[in-house]
C-alpha cells in the first residue's frame, strides 16, 4: 500500500493493493455520508459500491443495489 502511494499514478496497480485502497475509499466515503446522511441501508449500499469499484464482485453490485439476493440468478 505505502509503495502504491509513493509511487501514485504510477504503472498497474496490483488487485490485492486495489482492493486495500477501496476499503480504505469506502470507509472515508462512509465516514463523511454519516455527517449528512443516517446509518441506513441506503448509505451501507452506497458505501458497498464504493468497495466494489473496479474489482471482483462488482458484477453482483447491480442486484445488491437493488436489493436482489438471490444469488441463483
Known amino acids: 500500500m505505502l509503495?502504491?502511494?509513493?509511487?501514485?499514478?504510477?504503472?498497474?496497480?496490483?488487485k490485492d493493493v486495489a482492493e486495500v485502497v477501496n476499503y480504505v475509499r469506502a470507509m472515508n466515503h462512509g465516514v463523511a455520508r454519516l455527517r449528512?446522511?443516517?446509518?441506513?441501508?441506503?448509505?451501507?449500499?452506497?458505501?458497498?459500491?464504493?468497495?466494489?469499484e473496479g474489482l471482483r464482485?462488482?458484477?453482483?453490485?447491480?442486484?445488491f443495489l437493488r436489493g436482489v439476493y438471490d444469488m441463483t440468478m
Do not use: C, D, M
Not at 449528512?36 to 464504493?50: D, Q
Open 3 to 14: 509503495e502504491y502511494e509513493i509511487n501514485a499514478g504510477g504503472e498497474t496497480i496490483p
Open 36 to 52: 449528512e446522511f443516517p446509518l441506513s441501508l441506503r448509505l451501507i449500499r452506497e458505501i458497498h459500491g464504493v468497495l466494489l
Open 57 to 63: 464482485g462488482q458484477g453482483w453490485l447491480k442486484f
